[in-house]
């Protein structure tokens, strides 16, 4: 059974157009062509890259939130209540007015003091400034690497100037050495998001996250498999071209940088618009979608790949509307915040009451408002 469905996957019909097999790709005349035996490479890569994560974040990122005077918000802790936390992780982090007054019962806690442990109890479990700075620091080292490598790679091919030339002579192109650590650094990165991605910082959109991930994990392995290499060094680049510019604005917030935060912020809304919304759609996916119909007739592997690309920017489209609104407010002179995140909760006027009538609270400080940050 499993050597049948390995043939099915492997059948020239799904990766290549018509009249081509396999051994029209073997390496030949010092000609070296992609195989999928090179992705293996990719997993132990991406453990590697956890590792150089760890690494960065404790000896370079957290130094530099040092220098940065990155500053922790103090939280009140959550008094140790049996009833209220074995209801908090079995059932709902949001408890309904309804389940508060039971609780209250329950717990004999009055309705208010529910809902402000509840409160403090959901900002003990969110990520603190300094894991999100790291894991900025570390995204934005990458990309911005990324893309400068990236843009080593192609800028001096004809294929960046001419998009007919991405299909020159498909599907016999031979691999440059270039290319091929271009994938395997950028595939591996994305196979360690992923690994990483239940401890990371949670956002809003963490569904689209994974679906982003694995749709680009898919899309570059792919296009490896089927040789859209040209084409796939191009998508790379040009995703690395704003990504690198969001982690640098998210790392000023956290540090506090409001006005270079904002300015950063600007510039990679344009960015990412120009190239999301207008290259990709107008350029890129032009190129993969009509081009290759001059040469050969549509095959699966040809429908699959653009499928993906199609998914891609459904993502962009989503990310693109959110980016905007956040332009929106930061033209009117609103205060700022990523759409995408979890905004943490405060109880200053139950605090001030309560030191009002109670004197001082002893179980911390009151929790500082932190309304600058506007891009984690």
Excluded at 113 to 123: A, G, I, K, L, T
Excluded at 166 to 190: A, C, D, N, R, T
Excluded at 304 to 321: C, D, G, K, P, R
Aim: glycine residues 2%; proline residues 4%.
């Amino acid at each position: 059974m499993f050597q049948t469905l390995y043939s099915y996957f492997w059948w020239e019909r799904l990766w290549l157009p018509a009249n081509l097999t396999w051994a029209d790709l073997e390496d030949r005349d010092g000609r070296v062509y992609a195989k999928a035996s090179d992705l293996y490479i990719t997993i132990p890569l991406a453990f590697l890259f956890l590792i150089v994560r760890h690494l960065f974040e404790t000896y370079v990122a957290t130094p530099l939130a040092g220098l940065l005077n990155v500053k922790e918000k103090i939280r009140l802790k959550a008094t140790p209540n049996a009833v209220l936390e074995k209801f908090y992780a079995a059932t709902t982090k949001h408890p309904k007015q309804a389940d508060v007054e039971m609780l209250s019962k329950k717990s004999g806690c009055t309705v208010r003091q529910v809902e402000r442990w509840f409160r403090r109890r959901r900002n003990q479990d969110r990520p603190s400034l300094l894991k999100k700075f790291r894991e900025a620091s570390w995204r934005f080292t990458f990309y911005l690497i990324a893309f400068i490598a990236g843009m080593a790679v192609i800028v001096d091919k004809p294929w960046f100037y001419d998009l007919r030339e991405v299909w020159k002579g498909y599907p016999i192109q031979s691999m440059l050495p270039s290319q091929y650590w271009y994938y395997m650094i950028e595939l591996s990165f994305y196979w360690s998001l992923l690994f990483s991605i239940a401890s990371d910082v949670k956002r809003k959109d963490f569904k689209e996250q994974i679906i982003h991930h694995v749709a680009t994990i898919i899309l570059i392995s792919f296009s490896w498999f089927a040789n859209y290499i040209r084409a796939g060094t191009l998508i790379m680049a040009l995703h690395d071209s704003s990504d690198y510019l969001l982690e640098s604005a998210k790392m000023f917030n956290y540090a506090g940088w409001r006005n270079t935060c904002n300015n950063i912020f600007i510039v990679f809304a344009a960015v990412f618009i120009v190239t999301r919304l207008v290259i990709l759609p107008f350029w890129i996916m032009h190129c993969t979608v009509v081009y290759p119909l001059d040469l050969y007739p549509a095959f699966f592997g040809y429908y699959f790949f653009n499928f993906m690309m199609a998914v891609l920017q459904s993502l962009h489209i989503f990310w693109a509307y959110l980016i905007i609104r956040m332009a929106q407010k930061f033209i009117t002179g609103k205060v700022v915040e990523d759409e995408r995140s979890d905004r943490e909760e405060t109880d200053n006027s139950e605090e001030e009451e309560e030191v009002a009538k109670n004197g001082p609270l002893s179980n911390g400080h009151p929790v500082l408002n932190n309304n600058h940050r506007k891009n984690d």
